[in-house]
């Protein structure tokens, strides 16, 4: 059971699905960033870009705020104890490292955990909901 307004797991997880949002959130443990400085390593537009830091901001993985004409990212420290805490649960997820979960879940489900988005979305899943 989630807080009221708290992100739900399936946010979470789903937004931690992309590497490229896995990416940015490693990015983010250095510091706050601008929108344009995390765009600048990433092999993408910067409409891209925002897409990618409005899902990891949906799930409550980030914030953004304006600070004159730029907008600032920043990582939430505590967006992950939801997460950590249902893994942690299983036991066998101590401590949590998600670059061996995600080695796991390739090995599991291979090329179709790609298609795994589509499927949700096709089923009338979506995040948050």
Known sequence: MSTPGAPSLD????????P??????????EDDM???DVAQPLPMSLAAVSKHLGLLAAA???SQEKRGRVKWC???PDALKAASVWMQAF???EPVNLDDFERFL???FGASAEAAPDQLHLAGNTPGG
Do not use: N, P
């Open 20 to 29: 490229t949002r896995r990416a940015i959130l490693s990015m983010l443990l």
């Open 34 to 36: 601008a929108v344009t």
């Open 106 to 108: 390739e090995a599991e």
């Open 11 to 18: 946010a979470i997880f789903m937004a931690l699905a992309d």
């Open 74 to 76: 920043k990582l939430e």
């Open 91 to 93: 036991g066998q997820f």
């Open 60 to 62: 409550g993985l980030i």
